[in-house]
């Protein structure tokens, strides 16, 4: 593959990684596919696999072009006043939306799980992990209180952003934070029942 | 195309019918598609389509095989008390959803909204008129407050019955209603600011 009389360089080798990581993600789900078997995969020390993206998490934001990585955002929206959680999430998820980078990456990431079941698997054990999980973990709210707050998150910048119903499309953030917060804020809040 | 010697009969012209909405719903968007103009591609007197169908929202419900007619499912769910429209709604859309033919229906008509630029024209278009046009007017509610109940309500369907997060997937009906109507039901509530 590489070029004779050159090593392929830390470019190269990330490529490569990714495009094995992409491949075993598809085939295995996110479960399934382990560092070592990517590592495999792109022909290289599983250590540098580690070395370059430290988690298999990082591997898969990177692989998937997921637009952020959970792991970095999560502990600002979850950290500060709790009553303001959903407005934080509802204002990062409009931020990340509003660039046209991210949305065309995250656009890709939602078209694949609704269109392929393999996809599916991938970004369903993905949210899982990365966000079901700690969001949990960290509120101390039920998997299902947490799973109802993102469809809500989901279904919300699909219609804004994929279909584009109006008055909802051109709706003011404000105006948008205003109305939906509070519907979402309920599911994190601790003292409604189950 | 008929075959010779014979008058095509009611299930060929309504078939011929049917083919060309969806041609031209395809074309021009919910809105740009005339009774006229799809009579006209079809081939058949518009009076005929009329006669069949009798409303351009009947052909585009039989030509997209949308699981059921909004003008005839609307008026149970917002008739009835008032304060438990979510939670009726809820209830319809997961018994629709749990039916593998309309799950099938559904999901054909939201993944061509979320890939294809003229389908999601034309599902914004129906879903404007046919759901939300007809919500405000008889709720009194914004127009914003009606698709942001709408977000909450398909993000649900997709993340339950699409990417079958868990344990969304596999949670009761009767658990999810008491867990999500609440949060939709508050778009419905006149007292709550914009």
Do not use: C
């Not at 250590?47 to 298999?56: D, E, I, Q, R, W």
């Not at 054990?125 to 700690?134: E, K, S, T």
């Not at 469809?151 to 279909?163: D, E, K, Q």
């Amino acid at each position: 593959m590489a070029r004779p009389g050159r090593r392929p360089g830390p470019t190269e080798t990330r490529e490569a990684i990714l495009s094995a990581a992409r491949e075993l993600f598809g085939a295995r789900g996110y479960d399934g596919a382990t560092i070592r078997a990517i590592a495999g995969q792109a022909g290289v020390d599983p250590a540098l696999v580690h070395h370059f993206y430290g988690s298999k998490e990082n591997v898969f934001v990177a692989a998937m072009r997921v637009p952020f990585n959970p792991a970095d955002v999560l502990p600002d929206v979850l950290d500060g006043p709790r009553e303001e959680i959903a407005e934080r999430l509802l204002r990062f998820f409009l931020g990340v939306w509003n660039d046209p980078d991210s949305r065309a990456a995250f656009l890709g990431l939602i078209r694949s799980g609704m269109t392929n079941e393999a996809a599916a698997a991938m970004v369903r054990q993905f949210l899982r992990q990365a966000l079901v999980a700690r969001a949990t973990g960290v509120l101390g709210i039920s998997p299902l209180r947490a799973e109802a707050a993102m469809s809500h998150l989901i279904g919300m910048m699909m219609m804004r952003y994929v279909l584009r119903l109006e008055p909802l499309a051109s709706a003011d953030e404000d105006e948008l934070v205003s109305i939906v917060a509070p519907s979402i804020q309920r599911y994190f809040d601790g003292d409604q029942g189950p």
